[in-house]
């Protein structure tokens, strides 16, 4: 009985804590739905062109101020 109340405690805490620190989140937050796209293979030369989609899912402004390609 001791040990089933322990696991359901630990099982509540272990689920509660992802939740409780997401809402305490302030300031920007910079969220790529897709952060990976395989572009495949293309002759040489050729343009290949991919739009990501950027999103700010924090509570104050996203200011992007430099961008490198990788």
């Known amino acids: 009985m001791y040990k089933k ?4 405690v630990l099982f509540i805490l272990c689920t509660a804590l992802p939740l409780s620190a997401a809402e305490q989140a302030e300031g920007p937050v910079l969220h790529i739905p897709e952060a990976q796209f ?7 030369g050729t343009r290949i ?11 104050e402004e ?3 101020t430099r961008v490198r390609p990788g």
């Open 5 to 8: 109340l322990v696991a359901l």
């Open 62 to 64: 996203l200011r992007i």
């Open 38 to 44: 395989d572009f495949g293979s293309a002759p040489e």
């Open 49 to 59: 062109k991919h739009e990501y989609t950027v999103e700010n899912q924090g509570t």
